[in-house]
């Protein structure tokens, strides 16, 4: 079964650090490129930060840049995505997603997979 599965959300204080987890079972990641998303309540999904899986190239929002740092571990099948100085706006819940291109973007419509979410609350 094809599966991606996140973890490592919870509640955190303003400044604290969470290091976000992304699973994938019945497939390998190793071949496509990651995206994390988030969605606050009332607002529109966005992205946070998408890897390629051809050159290994990173983007990250501008929201979070600096902050945040997206990773995979191929052997583990595995991706991360660690946020520090989290801020009370940073609050969403987020979701993975894997894209078969291999080329990342912050085009949801072209990620394949996606995990069910967790939940990320900064406050104080």
């Known amino acids: 079964q094809v599966q991606l599965v996140e973890s490592g959300g919870g509640l955190v204080q303003p400044g604290g650090s969470l290091r976000l987890s992304c699973t994938a079972s019945?497939?390998?990641?190793?071949?496509?490129?990651i995206g994390w998303f988030r969605q606050a309540p009332g607002k529109e999904r966005e992205g946070v930060s998408c890897m390629s899986t051809i050159d290994g190239s990173t983007y990250y929002a501008d929201s979070v840049k600096g902050r945040f740092t997206i990773s995979r571990d191929n052997a583990k099948n595995t991706v991360y995505l660690q946020m520090n100085s989290l801020k009370p706006e940073d609050t969403a819940l987020y979701y993975c997603?894997?894209?078969?291109?291999?080329?990342?973007?912050?085009?949801?419509?072209?990620?394949?997979?996606w995990g069910q979410g967790t939940q990320v609350t900064v406050s104080s």
């Open positions: 019945g497939f390998s990641l190793d071949y496509y490129a």
């Open positions: 997603a894997a894209g078969a291109t291999g080329w990342s973007t912050w085009d949801p419509a072209e990620y394949d997979y």
